[in-house]
């Protein structure tokens, strides 16, 4: 029964510190949360509970907080970049260029700075 609660409590408090939170914060406090959970167990077979729970979860927080920090990190695309050539009026794809750059028209080959 007490450990009912205590996992009931835990989950809650989870709960509450992952609402509106970003990817790598809640990567952090759910890498933290399930590592002292893991090194809690393994340490109370070793007669280190404290310990197993300290080291776990600074593990798990390291290691929520590098994955919430890449998928953060997967959505953030360049926007697409479309101008006209002034020559032949296409559109041409200048995504990556810097502005001054001079770009050559796939359709009718000119040269012109964008």
Known sequence: MKKSIYLISLVFIASLLLTGCTASEQGTTTGALLGAGTGAVIGHQTGNRAEGALIGGALGA????????????QGTAVPQTIVKCPYCK????VTG?????NVRCPACNNVFTY
Do not use: C, R, V
């Not at 390291?62 to 990190?73: D, L, Q, R, S, V």
């Not at 260029?97 to 750059?101: E, K, L, M």
């Open 62 to 73: 390291i290691t929520g907080h590098a994955i919430g920090k890449a998928n953060e990190n």
């Open 90 to 93: 296409s559109n041409i794809d």
């Open 97 to 101: 260029f810097p502005q001054g750059s």
